[in-house]
């Protein structure tokens, strides 16, 4: 079975600091790969995702993610964080799975941006 | 437009009480999903509606019951909920059952007294 890790469960960083949230997961072939990002009481908004090509993909609000098969990783990085983008960020995986298709999410990382 | 509106945007119900949670999208999309969402926790599917029929019900209590009167729109019928039914609930949808790229509503924050 398909699963996405999260390492941090909680990150803390200064405003204008820079930041990476790690996400690893277990896919055999090319994963279909995506970052959500959820403030607190609202829904999820995709901030990019990978298919194919290119490994470095760009998103919005700022966000840029690689995608490293050989360590089999999708971090995400943001060179200047603002105090907006405190929220929590869930990494996940497009299964193709043995009856159908889903969406495997990690478990999360909470993101709190100090002034 | 890559809106999906949910509406209530908050219930609180009791234990004998019936409700509905009403989800909307007019992107064309064809399959739309329902999850259910604990604090600090991922989404949990609970179902899939593909091209207006229900293709997955990842073992759900009979006590949700989806419908989707069509293809713009899904309810969740609620019944005789469980105080551990709280939760964030959460319609999203995609272009087709096999297009992994979702779109998520805002979510109704539901409290079951």
């Known amino acids: 079975a398909q699963s996405v890790t999260q390492p941090d469960i909680h990150i803390t960083v200064s405003e204008g600091a820079s930041l990476e949230l790690r996400c690893n997961y277990s896919?055999?072939?090319?994963?279909?790969l995506f970052w959500y990002v959820q403030s607190p009481g609202q829904g999820l908004q995709l901030l990019l995702k990978y298919f194919s090509g290119d490994t470095l993909v760009q998103g919005i609000k700022g966000f840029e993610a690689e995608f490293k098969r050989s360590q089999s990783s999708f971090n995400l990085r943001k060179p200047s964080v603002h105090w907006s983008d405190a929220a929590e960020y869930f990494c996940?995986?497009?299964?193709?799975?043995?009856?159908?298709?889903?969406?495997?999410f990690g478990p999360g990382t909470s993101l709190s941006v100090i002034p | 437009d890559t809106e999906v509106t949910q509406t209530p945007k908050h219930l609180v119900m009791g234990m004998t009480n019936k409700k509905s949670l009403k989800c909307e999208q007019h992107m064309g999309h064809r399959a739309m999903y329902w999850y259910k969402q604990k604090a600090k926790k991922p989404p949990e599917l609970m179902f899939v509606?593909?091209?207006?029929?229900?293709?997955i019900n990842e073992s759900v209590p009979s006590r949700f019951s989806p419908e989707c009167p069509n293809s713009s729109l899904l309810n969740l019928h609620l019944h005789a909920l469980q105080p551990e039914d709280s939760a964030l609930y959460l319609c999203a949808s995609s272009q087709d059952p096999t297009f992994y790229e979702q779109y998520f509503g805002p979510g109704t924050r539901l409290t079951v007294t």
């Open positions: 509606y593909s091209y207006e029929k229900l293709s």
């Open positions: 996940a995986v497009g299964d193709d799975g043995t009856s159908y298709d889903k969406v495997i």
């Open positions: 896919y055999g072939a090319t994963p279909y």
